[in-house]
């Protein structure tokens, strides 16, 4: 099964930026989609943002805007740019790679803390 490995993760004061990345252990281009979840402490994972393997992207509507996800085939790689954080932005956030329904991989998170 693929690994996958969130970083860039960290502190940041409200109205920053932050780049994360995920770099997988395999080949990306032919993955259904990968996408990116995050989890605030106490609080169930929710969506934040997909890209499929066309390159379509999807995002909550809390971060429309905000944020942009992105791929690099030939790194391997996925990326969360994140611009105009909020607090409420803080988090844990997952990188996911879905290959069909049910059938999916996901890295250990990287911590995202933004202040006020």
């Known amino acids: 099964q693929m690994q996958l490995v969130e970083s860039g993760g960290g502190l940041v004061q409200a109205g920053g930026s932050l780049k994360l990345s995920c770099l997988a252990s395999?080949?990306?281009?032919?993955?259904?989609?990968m996408g990116w979840y995050r989890q605030p402490t106490g609080k169930q994972r929710e969506f934040v943002a997909l890209?499929?393997?066309?390159?379509?992207?999807n995002y909550a509507d809390s971060v429309t805007g905000r944020f942009t996800i992105s791929r690099d085939n030939a790194k391997r790689t996925v990326y969360l740019q994140m611009n105009t954080l909020k607090p409420e932005d803080t988090a844990v956030y997952y990188c996911a790679a879905h290959y069909a329904p049910g059938m999916d991989s996901w890295g250990k998170g990287t911590l995202v803390t933004v202040s006020s």
């Open positions: 890209i499929t393997s066309r390159s379509r992207t």
């Open positions: 395999g080949s990306i281009s032919g993955i259904n989609a």
